[in-house]
């Protein structure tokens, strides 16, 4: 990697900011990036992988330090995501619950997503929400991939989304768009990018997204604000605005480490210690801010009200979209399903067809909003037969299966990536769950010897 060379105005402004510290922040911007990757834990034996579980990181749960590859079977199989260290952080500062209702509302590319929906542990809901329609689909993706099927996955602008869901969630986490400092040092075209005005404007998009994020949260909630950038205009300033202009408080997390809040740089705010900063010289990952906040007072009630007289219209609007699931129709679903271990909270009842897929929806009114994904596809009705879907292979992969061809080695495994057929000696008929070490990645279906590919398209390599 070239050396990084930093511009003269960022330079020139941390200087003034960390006087005698600037020299260290200087040269840590120089030493090779941080890199490590978290477990899945909704993963049936999650545990047992090929990496080094020898250096974990500091505080977070089933996360480690070390690399890893996008084609290796733990990644394809969705047991482990490759994330900064440092931005493991605020999803584990966050500190949901299961059964909470949560909203990662600038989610893309779904590292704390994931994180979110291992707290979680299949009970309540996420909504992952992501503005670029680009990014969300990557969000959707890796989503998938871990296996979970209470998400709903939507491409939103804010303001759109805070009318669909007002006094909704029981806490939010805001990653919010920034100026990327933080990003420097593994990333050496983002500093191109940067400039003082570049702060100063997303700043100011900062407070129109926290300005939305609030009309969502309930009385009482949490709400966690984190940026990859180091600059107070986006930090502590922000902290600042949350409590004087939208009615929080500060509050304390559960994460110790990486330094604290400079009350300098947020108006001597009360509380602003219990924000964290992860420095590159701290040697924990990249660059990070974290705060937390409980939502103490209640602002915007003329959205509520008006959202709350429309909501039953959406329902009813939402219904029709939904088309009939006929007897015939769940009897050729079920069929399917029993040939596999289904994890204990999987539910057919609540299962829905519209345009011919088949889904357990994560929320019941998606009126309005562009939805990626709504709980988990089963799969798709074609011409009397059903053919499962990718997501539901991730959801089995949660429990130990046995109608499954494992492939041998290597070669066989880059094979079936590329969507070409094996042979099993294996007497089954039907789909099938494809594996290679133990973990589940694909459906098959066999015909004598023969295991015709259901590898999406997609994602073959």
């Known amino acids: 990697m070239d050396k990084l060379v930093l511009p003269k105005e960022f330079k020139d402004k941390y200087q003034k900011l960390l006087a005698k510290k600037a020299d260290s922040f200087f040269t840590a911007l120089e030493a090779e990036p941080k890199k490590a990757f978290r477990l899945n834990p ?20 089933d996360a480690y330090y070390g690399e890893i590859s996008g084609r290796d079977i733990e990644w394809v199989s969705g047991y482990v995501y490759s994330q900064d260290p440092s931005a493991m952080y605020p999803a584990e500062a966050l500190g949901v619950e299961p059964g909470q209702k949560v909203l990662d509302l600038c989610a893309a590319p779904g590292g704390k997503s994931t994180a979110l929906l291992s707290a979680l542990k299949n009970e309540g809901l996420l909504v992952a929400n992501e503005i670029s329609a680009s990014r969300a689909k ?32 029981d806490a939010i986490l805001v990653d919010a768009p920034c ?19 570049y702060v100063l404007e997303c700043s100011n998009r900062q ?37 004087n202009e939208l009615g929080f408080k500060l509050v304390k997390t559960k994460v110790s480490v990486a330094s604290q809040g400079i009350p300098a740089w947020g108006e001597n705010l009360d509380g602003i210690e219990y924000a964290r900063r992860f420095w590159p ?12 906040f409980i939502l103490s007072e209640i602002n915007n009630e003329e959205v509520v009200t008006n959202s709350k007289q429309k909501s039953k219209k959406r329902v009813k609007k939402a219904n029709k979209r939904l088309e009939v699931f006929t007897k015939a129709e769940k009897e050729l679903v079920q069929e399917l399903l029993a040939d596999f271990n289904l994890p204990n909270n999987f539910d057919f009842s609540k299962a829905v067809k519209s345009k011919d897929h088949v889904y357990i929806p994560a929320v019941e009114d998606v009126s309005q909003i562009k939805v990626l994904n709504n709980g988990l596809e089963l799969g ?24 499954v061809v494992e492939l041998q080695n290597q070669a066989e495994f880059e094979k079936y990536l590329h969507g070409e057929t094996v042979r099993t000696e294996e007497k089954l008929k039907g789909f099938v769950l494809i594996s290679y070490q133990d973990k589940i990645f694909s459906f098959g279906k066999v015909t004598g010897q023969v295991v015709k590919n259901f590898y999406p398209k997609g994602l073959r390599v």
């Open 138 to 169: 990557n969000l959707r993706e890796n989503i998938e991939r871990w296996g979970a099927g209470n998400c709903l996955v939507t491409n939103e602008d804010t303001s759109h989304l805070a009318q669909k869901f007002p006094r909704f969630f």
């Open 179 to 197: 100026s990327g400092e933080g990003m420097f040092r593994k990333n050496h075209d983002a500093v191109t990018y940067w400039s003082q005005e």
């Open 207 to 243: 407070k129109e997204i926290l300005n939305e994020a609030v009309k969502m949260l309930k009385p009482g909630g949490s709400l966690l604000y984190s940026t990859c950038t180091y600059a107070p205009e986006e930090d502590e300033e922000i902290c600042a605005y949350l409590v």
């Open 42 to 61: 909704l993963k049936a034996d999650y545990q047992e992988v090929s990496y080094d579980l020898s250096k974990p990181v500091d505080g977070v749960e």
């Open 281 to 292: 010289e701290d040697e924990i990952g990249e660059g990070q801010f974290l705060a937390k």
């Open 380 to 403: 798709v009705l074609k011409k009397g037969r059903f053919e499962p879907s990718q997501q539901l292979v991730q959801y089995l992969g949660q429990v130990r299966q046995e109608k």
